[in-house]
């Protein structure tokens, strides 16, 4: 029997290359407007998406003011306002689900785990981008079911987003699920409120400096076999 009977998986960032795919939106929908975005200006959306999600996490702001406001305060620090805003967002977020690229041969490795444990996916984006990008990614047909923040009501890390899930997974022992996604603010800190087995996907040289400690760390998803497929029998050996 394997360690783990059930995995959830972070998407962007973790299963797919989230860098990649925003590239590519934030480019489109500049040219759109007819403008080219810079390498700096990219760099600082970034940042500044980063902040709105810490504080979505935090239950600080709504799903809504995230998706507005880091644009709005994107414009604003460039000084850019002939942008049409509403149709600036919608392109976008269609944009950001056209595409996709994977991490580590993420596809080949959920495939491969197919039949070995039951996978999910958890994820804090917007309902159509990510259905989409789990479509056309082939990810979608691998996975028992999608659960996405933006229909539960509350995102990772929140308690109530991972009570959610257990109640709509098979496995109903907590320590034989494994969460493994790069947020530890989100993925890493949920999986300890909630008292489920996490797995940091450390993304590149980044350094823990949260006090949230998961209990397995791998640098590339190939990592995830030996974690999971560790047979029980192991240690009598
Ligand atoms: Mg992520």
């Not at 394997?2 to 040219?31: E, H, M, P």
């Not at 996490?198 to 190939?222: F, G, Q």
Request: hydrophobic share 35%.
């Amino acid at each position: 029997m394997n360690r783990f009977t059930t995995v959830l998986w972070d998407v962007d960032g973790t299963l797919l290359d989230f860098l990649y795919s925003q590239r590519y939106a934030i480019t489109k929908c500049f040219r759109s407007n007819g403008r080219e975005i810079t390498e700096e200006q990219l760099k600082r959306y970034s940042q500044i998406n980063d902040n709105y999600w810490k504080r979505l996490e935090l239950g600080e702001i709504s799903k809504e003011q995230l998706l507005t406001g880091r644009f709005v305060t994107l414009f604003e620090e460039y000084g850019i306002t002939d942008i049409n805003l509403d149709a600036f967002l919608r392109e976008y977020q269609e944009a950001l689900g056209s595409v996709f690229a994977y991490l580590d041969d993420s596809l080949a490795i959920c495939r491969a785990l197919k039949g070995e444990v039951q996978q999910y996916v958890i994820t804090n984006g917007v309902t159509s981008t990510q259905r989409n990008k789990l479509q056309i990614s082939g990810l979608a047909e691998l996975m028992e079911n999608v659960f996405i923040s933006e229909q539960i009501g509350v995102p990772k890390p929140q308690r109530e987003f991972f009570d959610y899930c257990l109640e709509h997974i098979e496995e109903k022992e907590k320590s034989r699920i494994l969460i493994v996604g790069d947020s530890l603010t989100s993925d890493i800190k949920g999986g300890i409120l909630a008292g489920i087995p996490t797995c940091w996907y450390r993304p590149d040289t980044a350094v823990n400096n949260t006090s949230y400690e998961p209990d397995y760390e791998i640098s590339d998803l190939h990592q995830i076999f030996d974690i999971i497929c560790a047979k029980d029998d192991k240690r009598h050996r």
